[in-house]
């Protein structure tokens, strides 16, 4: 069943690019969306109970490469499923999209990519699937021909493709320690090894997986921020919405695998590093796609944090935030999108009055940053509550210094709702199609805050209360935190020259690959 | 075969790697860049030939077990690495297709090939 997953919308793609016209492309491919998002509620429903596993080619379990989906990674594929659905939804009015049919080929062959990837229960395949959706990715951040997105591409996939050399090197490692490829078998090799052995392996396979992480000793930020900049809107939220779960995935897998060994406490202290880089750098931006993209590696920051700290309440918060980032991340590029059709700009500085021209896109768009500052009722506060509950003092000043920045951050970006402005667009109202999905995820995030329990049950089958009083206090510091950091933004932040200067800050290629080098040093020498 | 055996192949193809990543770091030539990249990845596919040919934890290759076989299965190299390695290296080809197709429409499009001028020209 699971093979079915990756391999039909590769199948279907090919169909479509072969035989259809532009127009049934999209139509197809909007009913095989839904679809396929149906058929991975399925699957989460039973992987709740218990793990599916498929073993490709019909031999038996030693030989054959194996599919499996857990509770979690059936998580992420539905994630995929519902990202692709609301982007397929929301570009079915592009008008300019001339060749329809090869970019829904891109599109489906990097969806397979991303199901693939979370389903693959074979490290080498892990590697494969990681080069196409790397590869796929690239070209289509650089669809759009006349914004020529060629040397930033170019840097990302250079610099992916010398970060994955680590990652084979250190499977090769793997091989010779365990004699296996298959996940569980290496976990169950290494489960009572010595963890002198194990130090090479890890290094270099954490070497790659942190640089996709974009975790901060990297400068890897550099590349994967730029390419935001000229991608196109669909792309820029799969690319946040979805690529950044990639890794994430595979980082949380890797860190179970490798249990003897894992630095739990370097991540920790790496993750708030990101967490606090990531929000400095998104309140010096003024492109809107930028912001987004250096909120993306704040909020990654922030998940890691979550996932290494080692309690139960921290790590489900983790989990429960990839998914609230997933939904209000894309959500905001998705409405960047309109925001920027309509009024011709892409200047944060510039744009005025997005209630007041389309006020139900509007609302979706402050849902979702509502959601993403984690105020009291929406989505981030569920998962930011759980990730601070159970913490010491020094956890929990990070995370409100967290909030604290994405609030000052997006008090840049919510500006943009109120005033007057006069710019016009190629279309100044926003269209029906790409508004359904902006307001659907809207309203999840709305719904993901009020019933947090409730989906967190749903997901992960773990039972969590919320305490009305702590939920109360949260709320009071995140006032407070709001009052604080509008009160910065007015009198620090706006118009600051220095802020400006610094958010310029972006590293070459070959400072991207020599902290690759750092890193791997860095963690051999831990 | 005097130093050139399968013995040191792990040796050579660690250094080649840090040699390879040491270039990319270093060069100041796109193309350079590019035929580093190439030769990190031919050092990685050194290392996964040597592991083919080795004691490793399974030295019977993953095949159908048959004990009357026992020596001569003793004795053939492990198939996995290979067949990965043919894997790795048809990906590391096509990879490096593209990269040198976007190289070719950025020299037309700028007429050099040097990063740092490139830098300039495009990062803003």
């Known amino acids: 069943m699971l093979t079915f997953l990756v391999i039909v919308p590769v199948l279907l ?7 259809s016209t532009n127009i049934t492309a999209k139509i197809i491919s909007i009913v095989f969306q839904s679809a396929l998002f149906v058929a991975s509620i399925y699957l989460v429903m039973i992987t709740r109970d218990a793990e599916v596993i498929t073993i490709v080619g019909s031999y038996d379990d030693i030989l054959g490469i194996i599919l499996r989906a857990n509770s979690l990674s059936a ?18 009015s592009y008008k300019d999209r001339r060749d329809a049919r090869t970019f829904w080929f891109l599109m489906f062959v990097l969806e397979a990519s991303f199901i693939g990837l979370f389903l693959s229960g074979d490290l080498f395949n892990v590697f494969v699937l990681i080069e196409v959706s790397t590869l796929v990715t690239v070209i289509l951040a650089m669809y759009d021909r006349k914004k020529r997105n060629i040397f930033h591409g170019k840097v990302f996939l250079l610099a992916n493709v010398v970060s994955i050399q680590f990652y084979l ?20 090799a290494l489960a009572g090894m010595d963890a002198g052995n194990l130090l090479l392996p890890y290094a270099l396979l954490m070497t790659a997986i942190a640089f996709k992480n974009t975790l901060i000793p990297f400068f890897s930020w550099t590349p994967k921020t730029n390419i935001y900049r000229k991608s196109p809107t669909v792309v820029a939220a799969v690319l946040s919405g979805l690529q950044a779960k990639t890794s994430l995935y595979l980082f949380i897998r890797f860190q179970e695998i490798f249990e003897p060994i894992a630095a739990h406490d370097l991540f920790l202290a790496i993750g708030i590093f990101t967490g606090i880089f990531g929000a400095v750098m998104a309140i010096c931006q003024s492109h809107i796609k930028m912001i987004l993209a250096y909120h993306t590696i704040s909020q990654i920051g922030l998940i890691t944090v979550g996932i290494s700290l080692g309690n139960e309440y921290a790590y489900i ?31 944060v500085n510039e744009i005025r009055g997005v209630f007041k021209r389309m006020p139900i896109v ?58 007057q402005s006069e710019l016009r667009g190629d279309s100044p109202k926003a269209e029906v199609c790409k508004s359904i999905p902006v307001i659907v995820m809207g309203v999840v995030c709305l719904a993901g805050g009020i019933m947090g329990t409730q ?24 006032i407070v935190c709001a009052l604080v950091g509008y009160l910065i933004y007015k009198y620090v932040v706006k118009g600051n020259a220095l802020l400006s200067r610094l958010g310029a800050v972006s590293f070459g290629f070959k400072s991207v690959c020599a902290s690759m080098g750092i890193f791997l040093a860095a963690l051999l020498l831990w | ?30 193309i350079k860049s590019i035929i580093f990249v190439m030769l990190i990845q031919t050092a990685v596919i050194m290392f996964w030939l040597k592991l083919g040919r080795e004691d490793t934890a399974t030295p019977i290759p993953p095949i159908i077990y048959d004990p009357a076989l026992l020596d001569y299965m003793e004795r053939i190299a492990d198939p996995l690495p290979q067949a990965l390695t043919l894997t790795a290296i048809i990906i590391g080809f096509s990879v490096v297709a593209v990269i040198i197709t976007m190289f070719n429409a950025l020299y037309r499009l700028h007429g050099t090939a040097d990063w740092k001028k490139l830098e300039e020209v495009e990062g803003d």
């Open chain 1, 455 to 478: 989906f967190i049950y749903f997901f992960f089958r773990y039972s969590v209360g919320i305490q009305i009083w702590s939920y109360a206090q949260k709320s009071i510091i995140f």
């Open chain 1, 13 to 19: 793609a090919v169909l479509l690019f072969i035989f």
């Open chain 2, 1 to 30: 075969m005097g130093i050139f055996n399968t013995e040191n192949l792990e040796i050579f193809s660690l250094a080649l790697f840090f040699i390879s990543f040491f270039g990319i770091i270093t060069s100041k030539n796109m």
């Open chain 1, 169 to 188: 090197l250190g499977l090769g490692y793997v091989y010779r320690i365990t004699g296996a490829m298959d996940m569980e078998r290496v976990t169950y």
């Open chain 1, 75 to 92: 998580i992420f594929v539905m994630l995929t499923t519902f990202i692709f659905l609301a982007v397929s939804v929301y570009s079915y």
């Open chain 1, 362 to 419: 509007g609302a979706a768009t402050a849902a979702a940053v509502l959601g993403i500052v984690g105020a009291p009722f929406f989505i981030g506060s569920v998962s930011k509550y759980f990730i601070s509950s159970d913490v010491g003092p020094l956890i929990l000043a990070v995370t409100i210094a967290l909030s604290l920045g994405t609030i000052i951050s997006f008090m840049k970006f919510s500006s943009m709702f109120f005033g």
């Open chain 1, 317 to 347: 918060g983790g989990l429960y935030h990839i998914f609230s980032h997933a939904m209000f991340k894309t959500t905001l590029f998705l409405s960047s999108g309109i925001i920027i059709h309509s009024y011709g700009t892409s200047n």
